[in-house]
């Protein structure tokens, strides 16, 4: 199965799109709403029904509004190409409103994308530009918009940052994998998930609005804990500079341990950091003095206490591998991450290649991806120690 049908059926089936409503129910159908016999006027009908969906208390009060959004994603699945064409003039109609539906537009932006993601990626975005992310409807059925939202982080789709910026950043977007029995994914790891796909370009966009001291700086730092590299050092222990606090401070420690390399590490040393508090200040003495005990080494010992000890691998040996990992997603059971840390790899390659490796690892949504996750930031924090 390729990588978007796995991301198709993460949450939803690789069915139509109802079976991700088990908490949202429609408002009163406007007359119009009845089916005919054509295929096409009842997938028009099914349009218009899915208007005007609002989010009740209990599964019991939500069951026939989740069979009635049912029925329709049916009549546009047998309706074919001609309802892909209404469902998309629906939409353009619904932007032309003071106030679309929010949920309308989130909910039918999904099956465009997926139904044809290169002809409907810039309507797709604009819908998404327009929907409140705010709105009960599409917060009740976050998983959807976060599926969507991965799929274009995936694919890289030009202004998807925005969008991200607005769910991730912005918003509270917390969701689950249940078919990897990760039933309580954060708003943080969420927007991990969302940028780690978008590999330096997202680590950028992140950069970008801790300078402008975004107000989810601190979940910002989070995030960067998973998909950041050296390149975020100054934007980071800037950012901890104007906002030197205590978790503000922990966050930024994280960074530089897990993925900064040595120049976070040789920053964080040199700058004189004196707004800090003494609880803050007695803990960077502690981080100085991990930071002068650790080098490539003993990245590699710690390596191979958890992995054991492989075959050794030439430099052209672990490019293909790395290279064959990008491909399948980040996978691959059999390489030995201390071996690709001794293969003799300049640093900068070493660093830029585990880097797109961790993007493809992104890929996946489960758990066994943030572990390996990890693995790859050792490997791209370790690169440039000596």
């Known amino acids: 199965m390729s990588t978007r049908a796995l991301l198709l059926a993460a949450a939803c089936g690789l069915s139509a ?4 409503h088990p908490d949202l129910v429609a408002g009163p159908a406007p007359a119009t709403a009845a089916v005919t016999s054509s295929d096409v006027t009842a997938a028009n009908a099914a349009i218009v029904s899915l ?9 019991a009060e939500n069951a026939p509004a989740s069979a009635s959004m049912d029925a329709a994603w049916k009549a546009l699945e047998a309706a074919g190409p001609d309802g892909e064409v209404q469902l998309a003039d629906a939409v353009d109609r619904e932007l032309t409103l003071a106030a679309p539906d929010s949920f309308f537009l989130v909910d039918a932006a999904s099956y465009l994308y997926r ?3 290169a002809g ?6 604009l819908a998404l530009g327009r929907a409140s992310f705010a709105d009960d409807a599409v917060q009740g059925n976050s998983q959807e918009l976060f599926e969507l939202l991965h799929l274009l982080a995936d694919d890289h789709r030009a202004g998807v940052l925005g969008v991200l910026e607005r769910a991730a950043l912005e918003g509270d977007l917390s969701v689950a994998f249940p078919r990897h029995a990760m039933w309580d994914v954060d708003p943080t790891l969420a927007g ?11 680590e950028a966009a992140l950069d970008t609005l801790l300078g402008s001291d975004h107000r989810a700086g601190q979940r910002i730092l989070e995030i960067l804990n998973w998909v950041g590299s050296r390149r975020s050092t100054s934007a980071v222990l800037d950012y901890l500079e104007r906002h030197p606090d205590d978790d503000t401070f922990e966050r930024a420690v994280g960074f ?3 993925v900064g390399g040595r120049e976070a590490r040789d920053e964080i040393a040199r700058r004189p950091m004196q707004a800090l508090s003494p609880k803050s200040k007695a803990r960077l003495v502690d981080v100085l003095t991990e930071i002068r005990a650790t080098s490539r080494r003993t990245v590699i010992d710690a390596l191979e206490k958890q992995f054991g000890r492989g075959s050794p691998l030439t ?23 201390a071996n690709v840390l001794e293969a003799g790899l300049p640093p900068d390659e070493l660093e830029s290649t585990m880097i ?9 949504l489960s758990p066994e991806a943030l572990d390996d996750v990890k693995v790859a930031n050792m490997l791209i924090s370790a690169a440039s120690l000596r």
């Open 17 to 20: 799109l109802p079976s991700c």
């Open 51 to 59: 208007h005007g969906i609002k989010r009740r208390r209990t599964a």
């Open 115 to 117: 139904h044809d993601a």
């Open 120 to 125: 409907q990626a810039a309507r797709v975005l």
């Open 192 to 202: 991990a998930f969302l940028y780690g796909p978008l590999g330096t370009t997202g």
């Open 256 to 258: 530089v341990m897990r």
């Open 315 to 337: 430099p052209t040996i672990a490019r293909a591998r790395l290279r064959a990992m990008i491909a399948s997603s980040g996978h691959d059971d059999d390489l030995n991450p």
């Open 356 to 364: 797109d490796v961790r993007s493809a690892m992104f890929q996946r």
